[in-house]
Every structure is written in structure tokens, then in C-alpha cells.
């Protein structure tokens, strides 16, 4: 089915729902609909679909196999770490779990990039519940970017994701979607705030 091979295809090319609806100009919900096969699919969408996950119209209508190059291991012994699955309630304790998914090309060198568990669908319809995010520290967060945000509490370094819509030299302001709202944070209190690139899939 077309609907199926549009998820296949944005997830090859390591897109959540929402970052391809922005890149295509529309809502996140319709194109949902769209992958779901609850609402038709026309030829230009299509077309433009192919081109911004970067497979061919063939591909995309299951003429012919969806390449999945976002998804090489650099070798194999060089997976994505997964961190964070333990949930506190106000955040995941920034931990390895032992987990791994294969190491996507927009990481590819890049030492301490580490995979996410989405715990909440508090960045929906951004990202859901349950996805890995793909986040690169080495980058530093612009305004604008979405970030795992980190702190201390008891002890122990916590973790959530966030929006940074805000910055200068003494503190951030961070924002979720679910409810939508903002916080301002001391950046004296912040140990990291790593910028997602990408997400790997949605379980």
C-alpha cells in the first residue's frame, strides 16, 4: 500500500511525521491520515514526498525497494547507544541501558551521539511516544532546535526533550507542546542541552 511505503520512506531518511509535514508545508495530522491510507494521496504530493526523503517515485509507489542509506553502521562495532529508558516522572535518568539501534549516516563520526527513547507524547505531534531520537551533542542548540535537556536532581542526571526558544548568556527558555508551555532555566543548573537531528522510528 502507497501509505505504508511513505512511512518506510521517511523513516529511511530519518524524518519523523512532523518534520516531513514541514518540509511539504502541511499539517502533521493530514499526512498521518495520508500514511494511514485515510485520506488519498495525489500525484504531485507524491512526487514532492520522493524528493524530500530522497528515494525515487518508483520506490515510494513499491515499484522498487526503498534504499535505506540513513541507516548504515559506520562498522559493527560502532551501533547507537541508547540512553535514558528508566522514567523518574520529571525526566529519564541519562543513563546507558545496554540498548542499540544501527548508527544512522547523520551521526556517522560523531562519537557521543546517543539514541533517545521518547517517553511521553509531550513533543507531540513532533515526536511520539516511543521514538528513538537521534541527538548530536557535538552541535551546539540554536534557537529554534529541539534539545534533550539535562539537569541534576538527587543526585542523578535527568533528561527530557524540549524546544529551546530561547537563550542568552545567563539562561534558557524551554518549551514542550503537550501542554503547551514554557520554562526558564538557569543555565548554571543545566548540564546538557543536546540537539535531536533526527529520529530512527516509532515503536
Not at 508545508?25 to 514526498?49: F, K, Q
Not at 535527568?158 to 532555566?185: F, I, M, W, Y
Amino acid at each position: 500500500m502507497i501509505e505504508n511505503r511513505i512511512k518506510a520512506a521517511r523513516m529511511a531518511a530519518g524524518l519523523s511525521c512532523a518534520e516531513l509535514a514541514r518540509k511539504l508545508g502541511m499539517y502533521p495530522a493530514t499526512l498521518g491520515r495520508i500514511e494511514r491510507g485515510e485520506r488519498g494521496l495525489r500525484s504531485d504530493l507524491a512526487v514532492r514526498i520522493a524528493d524530500v526523503c530522497g528515494c525515487s517515485l518508483d520506490a515510494l509507489l513499491g515499484y522498487e525497494a526503498i534504499k535505506d542509506e540513513t541507516l548504515v553502521k559506520d562498522d559493527e562495532t560502532n551501533p547507537l547507544p541508547i540512553l535514558g529508558r528508566e522514567n523518574r516522572g520529571i525526566g529519564i535518568v541519562m543513563a546507558r541501558t545496554g540498548a542499540t539501534i544501527p548508527r544512522p549516516g547523520i551521526v556517522a563520526g560523531v562519537a557521543d551521539a546517543y539514541g533517545f527513547d521518547m517517553p511521553d507524547d509531550s513533543m507531540s505531534p513532533r515526536y511520539d511516544a516511543g521514538e528513538v531520537l537521534i541527538v548530536d551533542p557535538s552541535r551546539t542548540a540554536k534557537v529554534g532546535d529541539y534539545v534533550v535537556y539535562g539537569t541534576v536532581i538527587d543526585g542523578q542526571e535527568l533528561g527530557s526533550v524540549h524546544r529551546l526558544t530561547r537563550r542568552n548568556k545567563s539562561e534558557v527558555t524551554l518549551s514542550s507542546l503537550q501542554p503547551a508551555d514554557a520554562r526558564q532555566v538557569a543555565l548554571s543548573k543545566v548540564t546538557r542541552l543536546d540537539v535531536v537531528v533526527g529520529s530512527f522510528a516509532s515503536r
